[in-house]
């Protein structure tokens, strides 16, 4: 159930001189843990039943837990408080996907000599860009902007590319209606975009030509695990009339490539 040691049995206060951990600071770890789990809260007796530890330890880490704000208590429950929240929003979940696939994209960027984005898959119509490398040109685009926002589905290669993974009818479900029009060149009505959709399933990677902002064009293709499903997104972006003169199946081919390093890196396959 979990993965901290077995300390049932384990007095507090207790520094282990081998590997110089701190045990009351492992069991509160491990009750905060165990506190996630239960959103509606949970009583001490609970908790110390769950965690196989003594109701008066549970006791003592839930007050001086309370004290300090990483534990709410409402009645004779207890859940976890606002300081958890509060760090959790200043965590940064990416950090190390971001260590892992930069190189990547670095290298992707270096030999296309354009802009390599990665988004992770976070649900079904779900993404966030989370890490970009830019090329040598003098003239390059950036997504930069973008990372950590909603990008449109209808009108970027990103939303584009997880829409294909859905039924047609499971698309009219999840995309609002009217379309809304960014450029002249925008998808606007959901039977084109269905239509498109179709191409899109067909080829195997999508792409926009200035339906997200004038002049810019992204290519994008999927990220799938050893077990097909989807877990991320690799685009290259850069100027539509540089871009749209080039061989999108070569880019996707490429990019392909560099989305098959990323998901050996991320599951572990090599």
């Known amino acids: 159930m979990s993965a901290f040691p077995d300390l049932h049995d384990e007095p507090d206060d207790v520094v282990d001189a081998g590997d110089q951990t701190n045990k009351s600071v492992i069991k509160a770890m491990a009750l905060l843990t165990e506190l996630g789990w239960h959103p509606g809260g949970a009583t001490a007796t609970e908790l110390a039943q769950k965690m196989r530890m003594s109701r008066p330890t549970v006791f003592r880490l839930l007050l001086s837990l309370t004290q300090t704000g990483f534990v709410e208590k409402n009645g004779a429950k207890y859940r976890l408080g606002w300081k958890v929240a509060r760090l959790g929003r200043r965590a940064d979940p990416y950090a190390g996907l971001i260590a892992q696939v930069q190189p990547v994209l670095a290298g992707l960027a270096g030999e296309l000599n354009e802009t390599i984005n990665y988004a992770v898959v976070n649900g079904e119509t779900e993404f966030e860009l989370i890490a970009e490398a830019s090329a040598s040109r003098l003239i390059t685009v950036s997504a930069a902007a973008y990372i950590g926002l909603e990008l449109p589905l209808h009108a970027s290669a990103m939303g584009k590319l997880m829409l294909s993974y859905l039924p047609d009818e499971r698309v009219r ?52 695990a050893s077990s097909g499903a989807l877990i991320g997104l690799l685009s290259v972006t850069g100027p539509s009339p540089r871009l749209r003169i080039r061989d999108p199946a070569a880019f996707a081919e490429r990019l392909s490539g560099g989305a098959s390093v990323v998901s050996d890196m991320l599951t572990g396959a090599r």
């Not at 209606?177 to 998808?187: D, F, G, M, N, S």
């Not at 606007?188 to 899109?200: D, G, K, Q, R």
């Open 173 to 224: 479900q999840v995309v609002p209606e009217p379309l809304v029009r960014l450029t002249a060149k925008t998808i606007t009505t959901m039977a084109a975009l269905i239509e498109h959709l179709h191409a899109v399933r067909a080829q195997g990677y999508a792409l926009i030509d200035d339906e997200l902002e004038e002049s810019l064009f992204s290519l994008a293709v999927p990220v799938r």
